[in-house]
């Protein structure tokens, strides 16, 4: 049932001044104390978290969403028909080894096409806007970074570092030699002076682990 790369990831960078990124929406885990995997959720509201996480990502600016499960890979069918077309889904064959090894199936789909940033949030984060998406994005085109694809910004909420996180393209290949276990990329981001966005105004930056 998944897309092809070639049909998926066919969009090419056009802007020599601004990042194109492909959101990275890590959802493999298994959610043991939520007592079942978390791209199963689904809200009061009625929307599983899976599809507002792809929805909050394309709407806050990231032309392309690439999800990555693994513990429950059923959950591809709550991906809704209208954001289908611009989403990928990959397997981390090795989620089971930690939040590392679905970040790196992760940007290993983002490689698939050179040039590209990437844009990583969380399935459990229902809390999170496509304002603090679009703010971290407009972060990485600032003038202060001296290109886009050496961007790394990461949003934080009343001083805890949160999600968002932009990886620009430079950062793709050396961050995946850094990742292992359940630590992601956080020693990566403290190692190269990543620069912090407030966002603590858009709110979302928890996450949810436990029912209710």
Known sequence: MRDSYDEVMSIRPTRDAAPDAVGILLAAGAGRRMGTPKALVIDDDGEPWLARGVRVLREGGCERVVVVLGAAPEAESLIPADLRARVTVTIADEWARGQS?????????????????????????????????????????????????????????????????????????????????????RPYLLAHD???????????????????
């Open 101 to 185: 090894a679905s970040l790196r199936a992760g940007i290993r789909a983002v490689q698939a096409e050179p040039g590209f940033a990437a844009l990583v949030s969380l399935v459990d984060l229902p809390g999170l806007r496509a304002p603090a998406v679009r703010r971290v994005l407009a972060a990485a085109r600032g003038s202060a970074q001296p290109s886009p694809a050496s961007a790394l910004l990461q949003a934080a909420y009343d001083g805890r570092p949160g999600h968002p996180v932009f990886l620009g393209a430079a950062h793709l290949a050396p961050l995946l030699k850094h990742l292992h276990g359940d630590t992601g990329a």
């Open 194 to 212: 990543v620069r912090i966005v407030d966002c603590t105004d858009l709110g979302g930056g928890d996450d949810v682990d436990t029912p209710g």
